[in-house]
């Protein structure tokens, strides 16, 4: 009886919260509180260094890009809520609102090596989504380059250069799309109008 009583009560706090997310999510809000970062920028980068680093290589045989959320509990530590797969030159972020957990930065990977694409900076996309919603986002590139999306002075800085990160066996440099190494929403509006997508 006891136990049936608990079961209900656990099942209706799960709904209400899932109902709580999904009218927020409806409202276009974010799906958690704003609360300061405990952990410091470089740790939050050394850790989306390895997880990136640990998926570039399935991210090249598989020609997909993976992308996650970095989370921070009460206490600083750091996690990866859940790992998405996407395709060759798209991902969506899974986010679940969670009471103490704090969304701290996006990251995603490229996928492999494509003379299709110019892929070894950031998109307009990437740059503008993690401006909205509020967070830094790291990026790794087939050719391994390493890059920082710093949301608050809404620029792109590349953390490191080719082979840094693991790199793709069939990688190889495209002159036409050597990338800067910081870029705005003007200057990678530039770079999109006037580099041409195949190398
Ligand atoms: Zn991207």
């Known amino acids: 009886m006891n136990l049936s009583r608990n079961n209900t009560l656990i099942l209706a706090a799960c709904a209400v919260a899932w109902v709580l997310v999904v009218i927020r999510i409806a409202q276009h809000e974010p799906v958690y509180e704003p609360r300061e970062i405990v952990s410091a920028r470089s740790d939050v980068q050394q850790y989306a260094r390895e997880q990136l680093n640990a998926l570039q290589r399935r991210s090249f045989s598989e020609g997909r890009e993976f992308c996650g959320v970095i989370v921070e509990n009460e206490t600083g530590e750091l996690s990866t809520m859940s790992v998405s797969e996407g395709d060759i030159a798209s991902c969506q972020y899974e986010y679940n609102g969670q009471a103490g957990i704090t969304p701290v930065a996006s990251f995603h990977t490229h996928g492999g090596a494509s003379i299709r694409y110019d892929d070894e900076a950031p998109s307009l996309q990437d740059l503008q989504s993690d401006i909205s919603s509020r967070m830094d986002g790291y990026l790794a590139t087939p050719g391994g380059r390493f890059w920082r999306i710093d949301w608050q002075s809404q620029t792109a800085n590349l953390i490191c250069g ?30 999109f109008r006037d580099t041409p997508s195949r190398c």
Request: charged share 35%; aromatic share 6%; net charge negative.
């Open 162 to 191: 080719e082979g840094c990160l693991e790199q793709d066996p069939e990688y190889s440099p495209c002159p036409a799309h050597e990338p800067e190494t910081q870029y705005d929403i003007k200057r990678l509006q530039k770079r």
